[in-house]
């Protein structure tokens, strides 16, 4: 399995940007396609975005599309999310999560889970 580790998460204003990282490990990252996801308190597990194995190809939740951004580099095992526009109802706890089979737009396409990384966007 590939391992996963998020950062970048912090508390942000509203209406700033933060981008998230997540650096991959242990198995050959252009194997996977990768997503972000996001669980809220009390809350159930939301597909955030993902993106294939190549970079090409992208999908967005309609919640976040046009402000958040995902892309990655394999040259460096690293997936981002650049999110803008930040609003209070993104305050979650951000995983990124790694696919193998190719589908990256459910929380049970990911087979494997980072430990995730608060973000914080206070009313």
């Known amino acids: 399995q590939v391992q996963l580790v998020e950062s970048g998460g912090r508390l942000v204003q509203a209406g700033g940007s933060l981008r998230l990282s997540c650096a991959a490990s242990?198995?050959?990252?252009?194997?996977?396609?990768m997503g972000w996801l996001r669980q809220a308190p009390g809350k159930e597990r939301e597909f955030v975005a993902g993106?294939?194995?190549?970079?090409?190809?992208?999908y967005y939740a309609d919640s976040v599309k046009g402000r958040f951004t995902i892309s990655r580099d394999n040259a460096k095992n690293t997936v981002y999310l650049q999110m803008n526009s930040l609003k209070p109802e993104d305050t979650a706890v951000y995983y990124c999560?790694?696919?193998?089979?190719?589908?990256?737009?459910?929380?049970?396409?990911?087979?494997?889970w980072g430990q995730g990384t608060q973000v914080t966007v206070p009313s």
């Open positions: 993106i294939n194995w190549s970079g090409g190809n992208t």
């Open positions: 999560a790694a696919s193998q089979f190719g589908r990256y737009f459910l929380p049970s396409d990911f087979g494997s």
């Open positions: 242990g198995r050959t990252f252009r194997d996977y396609a």
